[in-house]
C-alpha cells in the first residue's frame, strides 16, 4: 500500500524559472491495486514517479509506503520498497556486465550485499528459470554482455529485474514509450502478467491511452500536477478511448487536443 | 639488454602492478579519473621506508603504508561525494597536499632504505640469484592481491561497486549506496597504490617525494596495455592483463632506453610515457571515426 498525501513539488523555488510541477495531490493504491498514469507533458506525471523514487524532494506534503513515512529516505534506502523500470531501456541495467550480474545485481535490491559470491550455483539457477519464463530464448546467453541485447530485450529483463525482489510499489515511467511497437506491446502483456502474478502494487505512466485503459485496474489522469479524472470498476470498464480524449479535452478547457505526444493509438 | 636489466624491468613492472590494479579499479570500476596515486604511491614509499628504518616489521610497513594510501583515497572521495567537488579536482587537490604530507613523513626529500630487513630479505637465502628472487616474491605477492580483488568484485558488494561506477542511476534503483560504494573503493584503489609505494621503497631502496609524478600516467599505461593485448569480460583475466600490462610498459621502456639508436635518455621517460599512452586513447577513436566514415 502507498499513499501520497497533499504534495507540492515545485523547480527552482524563488526563482523566474519557478515551475510548479506538482500542486497538491493525494492519492492513495490499495495493495495490489494497478494504476496507469495519463496526461501530457509537463502534467507531473514522471515528477510524481520520481517524488515517490525519491529522486526529487517535496517541497510539503508525504509519502508513505506500506505504512512507513518516507519523505526524506534517500532513493538508495528506498529501494527496498520501490522496484522501478525507466522509460530509457538503457537506463535500467548495466551495458558492460552480463545478464545473469544485472540480474544478480537487483535480485538483491533492498538486501545487505556482502562479500559473498553474487553468481553461486543457486542462484544462477533461479535466475536462469526467471529469463526463460519470458520466451526470449535469453536463457542461453545469461553471461553475454546486456549491450549486446536489443532495447526490447533489455527492457523486459529490467521488469524481471525489477519484480526479482519483495517491493511494496512497482514504478513504471513510459516503460515502453522507445520501443518498437511488436516489443512494445511484449513489454505491456509481461508487465501485466508479472504485476498480476505477484500482486504488485503498480503505478504506470504511459502516453498511450489504449494502453491506459487495458492495462491495470484503475486510472487516473493529472494536469498541471493535479488528479483531474480518477476511474475504477464499472465506470472504467464502460470509458473508451473516446470517453478519454472528451474527458481530457474537457479538462483543458475546450482546447482541441493537439499534444502530440499523447496518442490515441 | 642484459638478463639482470630485464628482470629488473619485470620487477619494477610487478611493483608498479598494484599501482595499475588501483588505477583500474578507480578508472574502470568506479569510472573515477584519479590523480591522488600521484601522491599516495609515494606517501606509501614514505611511510614504509620511515617505519623500517625505525626497526618496525617490514610486512607492519606494508600494512601501514597500505592503510596511509587508503585514508588519501578516503581524503579524496569525501571531497567528492560529500561536497560535490569534481572527482578529478577533488583528487588533484588530495594529490597537491600530499607533497606536503611525504615530506613532513620522511622530513626530507628523499630516504635511503639500504642494509635494512624488508620483506625479501628472508627470501634471499633459498638459492635462486638475487635478482630473480625479487621478481619471483613480487610475482607471489601480485598473484595474491589478483586473486583477492577478482573474488571481492564478484561478490553482491563488488557488483554493486560495478553498477555504481557503470550507471549510478540504476545503481541507486537497485539500492546501491552510490556514494558509500565511491568511499570503498577509493580507499581500496590507494590502498593497493600505498602497497605498491611500500614495496617500491623495499625494492629500489630509497623512497623519494617525487618518485609519484606521472605514477597515474604509468598506471593508466599498464591498464591501457592490458586491455589492448587481453580483449576479456573476465574480471580475473582484466585483472591479469593490467599486471602483464605493466610489466611489458617496463620491458619496452627497458628495451627503448638501452637501444642507442633511438637516442633516448633515462630523462626522456615521461615524454615517451605521455606520448604511448595519448597514442593509445587515439587509436581506437581513429580506427572507430574511419568505420563511421564508410
Avoid at chain 2, 156 to 164: E, I, K, V
Wanted: contains cysteine.
Amino acid at each position: 500500500m502507498i499513499s501520497v498525501k497533499d504534495l507540492h513539488v515545485t523547480f527552482n523555488p524563488g526563482t523566474p524559472l519557478e515551475r510548479r510541477a506538482i500542486a497538491g495531490i493525494d492519492l492513495t493504491l490499495n495493495e495490489a491495486e494497478f494504476v496507469t498514469v495519463i496526461g501530457s507533458n509537463g502534467a507531473g506525471k514522471s515528477t510524481l514517479l520520481a517524488a515517490i523514487a525519491g529522486d526529487v524532494a517535496p517541497r510539503s506534503g508525504n509519502i508513505e509506503i506500506g505504512g512507513r513515512d518516507v519523505t526524506r529516505e534517500q532513493p538508495a534506502k528506498r529501494a527496498r520498497r520501490v522496484a522501478r523500470v525507466f522509460q530509457d531501456p538503457l537506463a535500467g541495467s548495466c551495458a558492460d556486465l552480463s545478464i545473469e550480474e544485472n540480474l544478480a545485481l537487483a535480485w538483491m535490491r533492498g538486501a545487505r550485499r556482502g562479500l559473498g559470491s553474487a553468481l553461486t550455483v543457486d542462484r544462477r539457477g533461479e535466475l536462469r528459470e526467471k529469463v526463460a519464463e519470458l520466451g526470449l530464448n535469453l536463457e542461453n546467453r545469461m553471461a553475454d554482455r546486456m549491450g549486446l541485447l536489443s532495447g526490447g530485450q533489455r527492457q523486459a529483463l529490467s521488469l524481471v529485474m525489477a519484480t526479482l525482489a519483495k517491493a511494496e510499489v512497482l514504478l513504471l515511467d513510459e516503460h515502453t514509450a522507445a520501443l518498437d511497437p511488436g516489443m512494445a506491446e511484449f513489454v505491456a502483456e509481461l508487465t501485466q502478467r508479472l504485476v498480476t502474478s505477484h500482486r504488485l502494487t503498480t503505478l504506470m505512466v504511459t502516453h498511450s491511452m489504449r494502453q491506459a485503459l487495458d492495462l491495470g485496474t484503475r486510472t487516473i489522469m493529472l494536469h498541471e500536477g493535479r488528479v483531474v479524472l480518477d476511474i475504477a470498476g464499472e465506470r472504467r470498464k464502460n470509458m473508451t478511448v473516446d470517453g478519454l480524449v472528451e474527458m481530457f479535452r474537457r479538462v483543458r478547457g475546450g482546447a482541441e487536443l493537439d499534444d502530440d505526444s499523447l496518442r490515441i493509438g | 639488454m642484459s638478463a639482470i636489466a630485464f628482470w629488473g624491468a619485470v620487477e619494477l613492472g610487478l611493483v608498479y602492478g598494484f599501482v595499475a590494479l588501483g588505477v583500474f579499479l578507480a578508472f574502470r570500476v568506479l569510472d573515477f579519473p584519479d590523480l591522488t596515486v600521484d601522491g599516495s604511491f609515494p606517501l606509501g614509499a614514505a611511510t614504509a621506508a620511515v617505519a623500517i628504518t625505525a626497526g618496525w616489521n617490514p610486512w607492519l610497513a606494508c600494512l601501514i603504508a597500505a592503510l596511509s594510501g587508503a585514508a588519501c583515497g578516503l581524503v579524496t572521495a569525501f571531497l567528492n561525494v560529500r561536497f560535490g567537488i569534481l572527482n578529478l579536482l577533488a583528487s588533484i587537490l588530495t594529490m597537491i597536499a600530499l607533497f606536503s604530507v611525504n615530506l613532513r613523513v620522511m622530513g626530507r626529500p628523499n630516504m635511503a632504505v639500504l642494509n635494512q630487513d624488508t620483506v625479501i630479505t628472508p627470501f634471499y637465502d633459498l638459492g635462486l640469484p638475487d635478482h630473480l628472487v625479487r621478481p619471483a616474491i613480487l610475482a607471489v605477492l601480485i598473484l595474491i592481491a589478483v586473486l583477492l580483488l577478482a573474488r571481492f568484485l564478484s561478490s553482491d558488494f563488488g557488483l554493486a561497486m560495478r553498477a555504481a561506477g557503470a550507471n549510478p542511476r540504476m545503481a541507486r534503483a537497485n539500492g546501491v549506496d552510490v556514494g558509500g560504494q565511491i568511499y570503498v573503493g577509493m580507499a581500496l584503489s590507494n590502498a593497493l597504490t600505498g602497497l605498491g609505494g611500500a614495496l617500491f621503497a623495499q625494492i629500489s631502496g630509497f623512497a623519494d617525494v617525487t618518485s609519484g609524478v606521472g605514477t597515474i600516467v604509468v598506471g593508466l599505461a599498464s591498464v591501457i596495455v592490458g586491455e589492448t593485448l587481453f580483449r576479456s569480460r573476465s574480471m580475473l583475466i582484466a585483472l591479469f592483463a593490467c599486471v602483464i600490462g605493466s610489466v611489458i610498459y617496463r620491458v619496452a621502456v627497458q628495451l627503448a632506453l638501452s637501444a642507442d639508436l633511438l637516442y633516448l635518455n633515462p630523462s626522456d621517460l615521461n615524454l615517451v610515457t605521455a606520448v604511448l599512452v595519448a597514442l593509445a586513447l587515439i587509436l581506437p577513436k581513429l580506427r572507430a571515426g574511419k568505420r563511421v566514415a564508410r
